[in-house]
């Protein structure tokens, strides 16, 4: 038995796997290993951004409130871009549940941004059991992720943002724990 779907469907259908793949396939393809500073990286995140102060973005969260970044000002922000259909967004996530747990008295404050469907994202949320807040959005979160250095909207996207509110580090593709564990040892203070 075949069924017919009407062209809008198809088409719409069409354009949802070519975006998941191209999205997987681009976020795998810019992973790229920490590199020690003074060595060119990826030309894929805005580095001219990096010592620049980030912008107040505002995003909904998963009730529906509005949250500023601002909100996490005082603190090391670990802002990570990512969706529950990106393969290589899923494989990080352990490690940034675990970094949250690991180093927050140290003053790391991990924050999801998920570009996905609400529900989709909840179900996620409570599944792997996240510590750390997460917003969600669709175009709000493209904006965000180009206000943040990100013009080419891959997924997953890491950016870390300084006490005082200022982008410290830029990463395009998945984060492993090696380079988690440079990072955190490069930034935080006194971190374990």
Same mark, same amino acid.
């Given at each position: 038995?075949?069924?017919?779907?009407?062209? !809008?469907?198809?088409?719409?259908?069409?354009?949802?796997?070519?975006?998941?793949?191209?999205?997987?396939?681009?976020?795998?393809?810019?992973?790229?290993?920490?590199?020690?500073?003074?060595?060119?990286?990826?030309?894929?995140?805005?580095?001219?951004?990096?010592?620049?102060?980030?912008?107040?973005?505002?995003?909904?969260?998963?009730?529906?409130?509005?949250?500023?970044?601002?909100?996490?000002?005082?603190?090391?922000?670990?802002?990570?871009?990512?969706?529950?259909?990106?393969?290589?967004?899923?494989?990080?996530?352990?490690?940034?549940?675990?970094?949250?747990?690991?180093? !927050?008295?140290?003053?790391?404050?991990?924050?999801?941004?998920?570009?996905?469907?609400?529900?989709?994202?909840?179900?996620?949320? !409570?599944?792997?059991?996240?510590?750390?807040?997460?917003?969600?959005?669709?175009?709000?979160?493209?904006?965000?992720?180009? !206000?943040?250095?990100?013009?080419?909207?891959?997924?997953?996207?890491?950016?870390?943002?300084?006490?005082?509110?200022?982008?410290?580090?830029?990463?395009?593709?998945?984060?492993?724990?090696?380079?988690?564990?440079?990072?955190?040892?490069?930034?935080?203070?006194?971190?374990?």
């Amino acid at each position: 038995m075949s069924v017919v779907l009407p062209r !809008q469907a198809l088409a719409a259908t069409l354009i949802a796997v070519l975006a998941a793949t191209g999205g997987f396939l681009l976020a795998r393809r810019l992973q790229a290993p920490v590199i020690p500073e003074g060595v060119p990286r990826v030309p894929s995140a805005d580095r001219a951004l990096e010592g620049e102060p980030a912008p107040d973005l505002s995003l909904n969260d998963l009730d529906g409130k509005p949250r500023k970044l601002s909100e996490w000002r005082g603190r090391w922000l670990l802002v990570n871009f990512w969706a529950t259909w990106c393969g290589p967004c899923m494989e990080e996530i352990p490690l940034l549940i675990a970094a949250q747990r690991q180093h !927050q008295a140290a003053g790391l404050s991990v924050l999801g941004i998920a570009m996905d469907d609400p529900e989709a994202v909840r179900k996620a949320v !409570q599944e792997l059991g996240f510590n750390y807040p997460t917003l969600v959005g669709d175009e709000a979160v493209l904006g965000a992720m180009e !206000q943040l250095g990100n013009s080419l909207g891959a997924i997953p996207y890491t950016v870390l943002i300084s006490p005082d509110g200022r982008i410290r580090y830029l990463e395009m593709g998945g984060i492993d724990a090696t380079k988690l564990d440079l990072l955190v040892h490069r930034f935080l203070p006194a971190a374990p």
